[in-house]
């Protein structure tokens, strides 16, 4: 599995047509084979700051097979206006550093 992330800068103006441009996009992610999940987060902080996160099978299945099917003519389609808001767009491999944390709810007790 390898993750990809893009991180744009959509003026405040514009989010709304670019959240619904990507939920339209999503129909293309979950046709196509070779991806395993995504998700699209905004920033609490900075409001025209996002990041999609892609897990693909590997690297060659997003550039040798998605980029080349119809599923990403679709997906391109949907999300090309906002290709001059991308500030990065790299592939990243998991390192053996993981873990998570139990969520426990300071205003609730425990039995």
Known sequence: MILEYIRYTIPAERSQEFESAYEHAAESL?????CLGYHLSRCTEDSTSYILQIEWTSQDD???GFRQSDQFKSFFRDVQPFLQQITEMRHYELTKIAGHVPYTNPGKETA
Do not use: C, D
């Open 30 to 34: 979950r046709a196509a084979p070779q």
């Open 62 to 64: 997003h550039l040798k």
